[in-house]
Nanobody
């Protein structure tokens, strides 16, 4: 099975940028559909971004469109989430997740459908 280790995150002022990384070990991340989720205190976990195995199909939540970008570094077996123009409402714990066995152009946006999860990383945006 694949293990996911997250890095990045932290504290930033509104309008700033952060990059989250999700490094995989045990298996090639390119064999997995990958998604990023976030959970704010008192709220349900929500899908932020998801990409298919081929990276041809990508989902972005309306709240992050134009500000967040997902990318995959196959050489490092890592996926990145670049977050720009951050807002206080982006404050949450962010998780990467991976699912194996989907079609190459399938995007998965439901948390329960994912098999493997990173440990989570806190992102705090001050106003």
């Amino acid at each position: 099975q694949v293990q996911l280790v997250q890095s990045g995150g932290g504290f930033v002022q509104a309008g700033g940028s952060l990059r989250l990384s999700c490094a995989a070990s045990g298996h090639t991340l390119g064999d997995y559909t990958v998604g990023w989720f976030r959970q704010a205190p008192g709220k349900e976990r929500e899908s932020v971004v998801a990409t298919s195995r081929s990276d041809r199909m990508t989902f972005y939540a309306d709240s992050v469109k134009g500000r967040f970008t997902i990318s995959r570094d196959n050489a490092k077996n890592t996926q990145h989430l670049q977050m720009n123009s951050l807002k206080p409402e982006d404050t949450a714990v962010y998780y990467c997740a991976a699912k194996r066995g989907t079609g190459v152009n399938v995007v998965v946006v439901t948390a329960d459908d994912y098999d493997y999860w990173g440990q989570g990383t806190q992102v705090t945006v001050s106003s």
